[in-house]
């Protein structure tokens, strides 16, 4: 059983920057892959980037947002920069047993309750 909290949403003017947290409990979250999703009012969860045995990150957003990764704090970060206002959403982490980046979200084995992220204009 993993737990994972994400923290760090909040309110960010569009250009400003953001730094989203997910905290995982247990001490073998370095053998979990992470990815970071994102839903929209009346939208499907999208899914943005991931890190494991490497990152990947979407096209939607490269160049403005980075993926990280601290295994002594077993916590993923999400650096969001110039943002913009199609970035508002609820940000979900999701950690799957594996080293391969999941194709689908059924392959990820926990996921977070979500940080939400507002842009103003």
């Known amino acids: 059983q993993v737990e994972l909290v994400e923290s760090g949403g909040g309110l960010v003017q569009a250009g400003g920057s953001l730094r989203l947290s997910c905290a995982a409990s247990?001490?073998?979250?370095?053998?979990?892959?992470v990815g970071w999703f994102r839903q929209a009012p009346a939208k499907e969860a999208e899914f943005v980037a991931w890190i494991g045995s490497y990152t990947y990150v979407e096209d939607s957003v490269k160049g403005r947002f980075t993926i990280s990764r601290d295994n002594d704090k077993n916590t993923v970060y999400l650096e969001m920069v110039n943002v913009r206002p199609e970035d508002a959403a609820v940000y979900h982490c999701?950690?799957?047993?594996?080293?391969?980046?999941?194709?689908?979200?059924?392959?990820?084995?926990?996921w977070g309750q979500g940080t939400q992220v507002i842009v103003s204009s």
């Open positions: 247990g001490r073998a979250f370095s053998s979990y892959s």
């Open positions: 999701a950690a799957h047993r594996g080293g391969q980046r999941p194709l689908s979200e059924s392959d990820y084995d926990y």
